[in-house]
Each structure stands twice: as C-alpha cells, then as structure tokens.
C-alpha cells in the first residue's frame, strides 16, 4: 500500500528553510494523541534558530515551530480526557511530567526537560505529530485554531511574567516595552483589563495608533524620544510599578530608570543582546525587584484560552502565510517590520 506523506517545514542550515515530505506519524503509543496541526504562531525563538543562535546542542534538519494549536484525530490507550475532533493548544517543551515541578504544575520549572520544540526537538511545522496528552490543552468553546495557537508563548508567557511573577496588580502602572510585539500586544490587553494604567515604547508612528487602540493609555516611539525620560515625565518622576521587559541590553538601563522605589521588572527576552550592566547601589537603594520569567505553566494557557473565550482579549494579527513565505516572514520579524503576530497555515 502506498504511504501518503506529510508536509513539513525543516531548517537545513542557518537562513534556509525547505518544504520536505516525512512519513505521517505512526499511531499514537500509551498515553499519546495524534494531532493534525492547524496553526504555527512564530515567535522570536524561531528567528534565533533560524540566525543559527542555538543555546544547546542541535541536530539539524529540524522542523521548526515552537507554538501552534491543532485538532485530535487519534487518541492512545490510557487517554481519557480528550476525544478525536477536539482544538487543543500544544505546550512547546518536552517535560517529563514525574518531577516535583512538572507534579506541582510549574511545568516551566521541569527538572528533566528534553529541550522546546522547533528549537532544540523537531517542532510543530508539519501536518501531523503525536505528543503525550499530557501536554495538550483543550481549548474552550468559542477560541479559534489561531487564539489556540497563541495560548503557549505569546498569551501563556505574559500570563506568567504579570501574574506569577510580578504579581501586577489594579491599578498600578505598568511600562510595556515593544508594543507592537507579540507578546507586547497580549502584555497592553491583559493588564488594561485589570485596571492599570499602561505605557508603552514602539518602533514607528504608524503602530502608535494600534496599540492604543489596544488600550495603551501612553505610547512612545522609542526611535524619536528617550523612553526613559517620557516614563518620568508621565509618572511625575516617581516611576512604574512593573516593567514588562524583554528586549533586552538596549533597553535595560532606561528600564531600571523608569522604576518607582519598590518597582518589580520583570523580563523574558534578550533580542538586543544578552549582557547589560546594573548599578547595584540603584539596585539596593531603591530596593527594586528583578524576576527572570521563562515559558509558562500549562494552567497560563488555560486562563489566557479562558479570558479569550470571554472576549476579554483577542490574538492580533499581522499576517497569515503560507510555507512558500516562511523565510520572508521570518526576514520581516527580524527586521521588527510586525505588528502583533504572523501565523503560519499548516492544515
């Protein structure tokens, strides 16, 4: 009998992605689920891979693609909890599900985690993968293949950094650096539901009136003003509560700056650099609080689905594309030519 192959998007070599046809997974073991994949949302973790930026040992060819959403078509013996037809959001780590953390739900924290997905393990850029079902979160009715597919590291991550680590709060006010990110985008949305006031940096006066519409209460394009220096203004000189940071060591020092006494930032990224100096006595002597956040926890992406599925705050789109266009999607978000998130069309 003839075998129907599958598409995939492999990386080959630094900057060049090829289309290439695999066996379709076989079906699926103990406790695992096939998944058609609908959706791949890209991230700045698959523009690292891409520019060869690899923090651990890699075999390549590697599918790529660390966020996605896809439908259940196969379910193995010892899975109950989730049915053929059902959207499910797909947690991008390989984690071991037996340790404290992964037991504890600080699945973020796993003690014997194999790698993330697209970046160090084949990723979600294929048609069909079996996974443990562990790793898989039904999507409530009334989120869409596309708010699925955000659920992991755009929404999931944002959920992570504000409310697990630092701890925003109603009413506060909170610097949101690169709004027109991904993550900036879902960052405006959630902490304006709450209450807070909220003021971000970004790129270009085109994408000013975008993330207030967001509801952005300040925004400042960073490439005209000190951001720093406007943060101050519009806080009377006291500060933020929060910084939502992640860009990295071009940012870091105004980020400090911008800190009320007792402030919290918190930061998940580095796409300017990975080395910054701090000056430890503002460090002590404003008694400022410094959280380092990666990933997220499996339930962050249930709450975020959730508060989708509430119309409290929706996936923003820059463009969908096709596997003929990874490469030029991948070139525009290097280049910080987006606002809100490309998704790449799979099924």
């Excluded at 701890?167 to 949305?189: F, N």
């Excluded at 509801?215 to 005209?224: F, K, L, S, T, W």
């Excluded at 969908?320 to 809100?340: N, P, Q, S, T, Y």
């Amino acid at each position: 009998m003839k075998v129907v192959l599958m598409r995939a998007l492999q990386l080959v070599e630094d900057r060049k992605i090829e289309t290439i046809d695999l066996p379709p997974p076989p079906l699926p073991g103990l406790g695992e689920v096939t998944v058609d994949i609908n959706a791949v949302a890209l991230n700045h973790i698959d523009v690292w891979g891409w520019r060869g930026m690899a923090f651990a040992k890699r075999k390549m060819p590697l599918v790529i693609g660390a966020e996605a959403a896809g439908t259940v078509s196969a379910v193995g013996p010892g899975v109950a909890h989730l049915q053929p037809g059902q959207l499910v959001s797909i947690y991008g780590a390989r984690t071991c599900g037996l340790c404290r953390a992964c037991r504890e739900g600080r699945d973020n924290l796993c003690e014997h985690v194999s790698g993330v997905h697209g970046f160090h393990l084949d990723g979600f850029a294929q048609e069909k993968i079996n996974l443990p079902a562990r790793l898989l979160v039904p999507a409530p009715p009334g989120v869409s293949e596309v708010g699925a597919a955000l659920a992991p590291v755009t929404f999931g991550t944002v959920e992570h950094m504000l409310f697990d680590n630092a701890r925003l709060e109603p009413g506060e006010t909170i610097l949101v650096h690169a709004g027109g990110s991904g993550i900036g985008t879902a960052a405006i949305q959630l902490a304006k539901k709450m209450g807070c006031t909220v003021i971000t940096t970004v790129g270009s006066d085109d994408k000013i009136d975008k993330a207030k519409a967001l509801g952005a209460d300040h925004v400042i394009n960073y490439r005209e003003d000190r951001f720093e220096g406007v943060v101050r203004k519009l806080t009377k000189k006291k500060g933020v509560d929060v910084v939502f940071e992640h860009v990295g060591a071009d940012t870091w020092a105004g980020s400090m700056l911008s800190l009320k006494r007792g402030g919290r930032l918190v930061t998940c990224g580095s796409t300017s650099g990975v080395s910054t100096q701090i000056n430890l006595m503002q460090l002590f002597q404003q008694q400022l609080k410094l959280f380092g956040s990666f990933g997220c926890r499996m339930e962050n992406m249930a709450d975020a689905m959730q508060k989708m599925a509430a119309g409290l705050v929706h996936p923003v789109i820059d463009t969908e594309v096709g596997f003929d266009d990874i490469g030029e999607a991948l070139k525009r978000m290097e280049g910080r030519a987006v606002f809100g998130k490309i998704i790449l069309r799979v099924g």
